[in-house]
């Protein structure tokens, strides 16, 4: 066997090269880059309502209207929103004692609860642990500091991600057209069907999320009220949010708002919920969920949640929100090629036309 060329090793050598600096340029710029896969995401999920309101009134104007409300609609829930959660916390934070009380002469009056209580005295922690709570909050500068400051970042990468998908939204169809004729007929054609399928998938996922996520905060706020929780409204919100979240987003919002009520209505109100929660869970995952994504792309189980871990791992609650629909646009684009390659191989030849038949001289 002869050895590589000189050329050869060299043009290998640069490959490697090449390929080690755009991997080490990527991860330089993955915040960046992941603001572009958000407001393209954002780009798409908009281009619905956009689409619907531009049968009546001009694209611009629709545009400017749906964009308000994106930005709107935050700042109206902040507002009504903001003070009472302060209100109730201070009010959360001056009763926590008498809450931890509660609890604690409640397992004194239960002979098994009594028990556990004298192994591990629990009741006693809690009780300590929730009067020293009303003196933490005047040393609490530095956290407030760090959420101030994770605040203004928050807010610029909005505002960054707002104005890349608003960009996208109004010169984003034309960008596709303009590479798609730059194709062949056949291939421009394909994978124009692609990317129709796949914003079709984004905009039925994200309406279907954001009506998901309103039924659990709804019927949240409605059990919390009959229980007579105080913070019914701001724990409703979190529900929403926290449910817009794939596979664990449930869980953990069930678990917030399930501390809130250990405090305030122990135990009846506990055990309420947490069976409501065990029973509402179920019935959204096979009841509800099923019903309103079914015009989405279907996405198998175990794919959704290694696509959450791994999007939530990159990403953080953005990529465990926005994992679903890339593995649904993932799982239309390798369709497509597969459909392309079977048709390529199977294909039969074409037949050569047949010969015409040599004409007779008149007689």
């Known amino acids: 066997m002869q050895p590589a060329a000189p050329r050869t090793v060299v043009r290998i050598a640069l490959v490697i090269v090449g390929v080690a600096l755009a991997i080490y340029v990527t991860y330089l710029l993955r915040r960046p880059i992941s603001w572009l896969i958000v407001a393209a995401f954002l780009a798409v999920a908009l281009s619905g309502p956009i689409a619907f309101l531009s049968r009546r009134m001009k694209r611009s104007l629709a545009i400017v209207l749906v964009y308000l409300g994106v930005v709107l609609v935050p700042l109206l829930l902040g507002a009504l929103l903001i003070p009472p959660v302060v209100t109730q916390a201070e009010e959360l934070v001056d009763r926590a004692p008498g809450y931890a009380a509660d609890v604690n002469d409640f397992v004194n009056e239960n002979g098994t609860l009594r028990d556990l209580e004298s192994d591990y005295n629990l009741a006693g922690e809690l009780q300590e642990q929730a009067g020293e709570l009303p003196g933490k909050i005047g040393s609490a500068a530095g956290t407030v500091q760090d959420i101030g400051v994770g605040l203004v970042n928050g807010i610029f990468a909005s505002v960054t991600i707002l104005i890349l998908s608003l960009f996208m939204v109004a010169g984003g169809r034309g960008w596709v057209e303009a590479g798609l004729r730059t194709q062949p007929s056949e291939r421009a054609e394909r994978l124009g069907r692609t990317l129709d399928r796949i914003a079709v998938a984004i905009r039925n996922y994200v309406g279907g999320a954001l009506l998901q996520a309103g039924i659990a905060a709804v019927l949240t706020f409605i059990l919390l009220k009959i229980l007579g929780v105080p913070f019914a409204g701001p724990l409703a919100v979190i529900t929403f949010f926290f449910d817009l979240i794939p596979v664990v987003g449930a869980t953990i919002g069930a678990v917030v708002v399930g501390v809130v009520v250990l405090f305030v209505n122990f135990p009846v ?67 497509e090629f597969w459909k392309y390659g079977r048709s390529a191989s199977v294909s039969p030849q074409s037949p050569a036309p047949p010969a015409a038949a040599p004409r007779q001289a008149p007689a």
């Open 269 to 335: 109100g506990l055990i309420v919920w947490v069976i409501w929660a065990i029973v509402y869970q179920q019935l959204e995952n096979y009841v509800i969920q099923p019903q309103i994504q079914r015009r989405a792309v279907a996405v198998q189980p175990f794919v959704v949640l290694v696509s959450v871990l791994f999007g939530s791992t990159l990403f953080g609650v953005a990529g465990a929100i926005l994992a679903v629909p890339v593995a649904a646009s993932l799982q239309i684009i390798l369709a």
